[in-house]
């Protein structure tokens, strides 16, 4: 039932507003514009308003996507350069610890005698 009215709304709104386009388009098709409409590769004398209409609103929607495009480009290549710059961080971080660990084995080894005092085999004392 209320999938009926809604499907019966969404025509009845649909076909309102297409009746509607189509009033203002005949109402408007003999109106013109006095003076000269210049685009890039022609030029009209006296273009009809609807023309006008329509040259301009295709021209705004290419402006706007083209626009939008250019910051989606620029926001890619700042998140590019952050990224890259992550990476980089954190190869340098690794490379540091790596030598860290590289020198604290080092230094284990050189600072450990071959036999301390302290170590089980110079604490033995002789069964007698």
Do not use: C
């Not at 009809?48 to 402006?63: C, D, E, G, K, N």
């Not at 952050?82 to 600072?111: C, F, I, W």
């Amino acid at each position: 039932m209320w999938e009926k009215l809604k499907f019966y709304t969404r025509v009845t709104l649909f076909s309102a507003l297409a009746l509607y386009l189509l009033v203002v388009v005949t109402l408007n098709w003999g109106l013109v514009v006095d003076g000269k409409l210049r685009l890039v590769f022609t030029e009209f004398d006296k273009p009809r308003i609807l023309m006008v209409l329509l040259v301009t609103a295709l021209l705004s929607i290419f402006a706007w996507w083209l626009i939008r495009t250019i910051f989606k480009t620029l926001h890619q290549f700042s998140a590019l350069r952050e990224r890259s710059r992550t990476a980089k961080l954190e190869k340098e971080v690794a490379d540091m610890k790596a030598k860290a660990g590289m020198l604290q084995t080092r230094e284990t080894t050189t600072a450990a005698p071959a036999t301390s005092p302290t170590s089980p085999a110079a604490k033995e004392t002789p069964n007698t």
